[in-house]
Nanobody, 124 residues
Framework: QVQLVESGGGLVQAGGSLRLSCAAS????????MGWFRQAPGKERVLVAA????????FYPDSVKGRATISRDNAKNTVYPQMNSLKPEDTAVYYC?????????????????WGQGTQVTVSS
């Protein structure tokens, strides 16, 4: 089992930045890839960023490419998702998730472990 706890989020002005952290406990953190997702009201949960076990490979969908980054510190069992140039449409609940495997995962179904989510609201 893996437990994930997100911190950060809250109310951010448009054009500002988002700095989250996701602390993991349980199964050895460095063995598995991590993902960062978001779910806006009335919409499906979608991938924002993904990172492999070592941090050497990342993925960003076109919707956030150039604005989002994800990094990890395996010594601290923590992932650091970030996003710049925030827009009101970035308002959502943001989740971190742990994959079943060590390789990069872009499919929601490959993430069995999820954090509780943190609300991010971007004001215009």
């Amino acid at each position: 089992q893996v437990q994930l706890v997100e911190s950060g989020g809250g109310l951010v002005q448009a054009g500002g930045s988002l700095r989250l952290s996701c602390a993991a406990s349980g199964r050895t953190f460095s063995y598995y890839a991590m993902g960062w997702f978001r779910q806006a009201p009335g919409k499906e949960r979608v991938l924002v960023a993904a990172i492999n076990w070592s941090g050497t490979s990342t993925f960003y969908p076109d919707s956030v490419k150039g604005r989002a980054t994800i990094s990890r510190d395996n010594a601290k069992n923590t992932v650091y998702p970030q996003m710049n140039s925030l827009k009101p449409e970035d308002t959502a609940v943001y989740y971190c998730a742990a994959s079943r495997s060590s390789g990069l995962s872009t499919d929601n179904g490959l993430y069995p472990y999820w954090g509780q989510g943190t609300q991010v609201t971007v004001s215009s």
